[in-house]
């Protein structure tokens, strides 16, 4: 069964940057479009990023030029570099394998001063 586990959530000041991974197993990675999804409290999930199998990446208004995805196939992982963060930003974030169903269970991601 196909596995994907978040990490590096955490606090973080207004302005501040994170950097969260998700590796993905029993999958056949290099082949996939990944994407990053995330929930804040009492709000439905949004979409946030994805990035091809070629790399070619995508963001949700709300991150463009603040968050930046990446993958690195040899390690079947794909990231989320997270910068200029706002109290906003406060969720759930989670990584998935569009069209597939596959979901971690997420890294929380807390931004307040």
């Known amino acids: 069964q196909v596995q994907l586990v978040e990490s590096g959530g955490g606090l973080v000041q207004p302005g501040g940057s994170v950097r969260l991974s998700c590796v993905a197993s029993?999958?056949?990675?290099?082949?996939?479009?990944m994407a990053w999804y995330r929930q804040a409290p009492g709000r439905q999930r949004e979409w946030v990023a994805s990035?091809?199998?070629?790399?070619?990446?995508n963001y949700a208004d709300s991150v463009k030029g603040r968050f930046t995805i990446s993958r690195d196939n040899a390690k079947n992982t794909v990231y989320l570099q997270l910068n200029s963060l706002k109290p906003g930003d406060t969720a759930v974030y989670c990584c998935?394998?569009?069209?597939?169903?596959?979901w971690g269970q997420g890294t929380q991601v807390a931004v307040s001063s």
């Open positions: 998935s394998v569009p069209g597939q169903d596959y």
């Open positions: 029993r999958l056949n990675f290099s082949f996939y479009t």
């Open positions: 990035i091809s199998s070629g790399s070619s990446t």
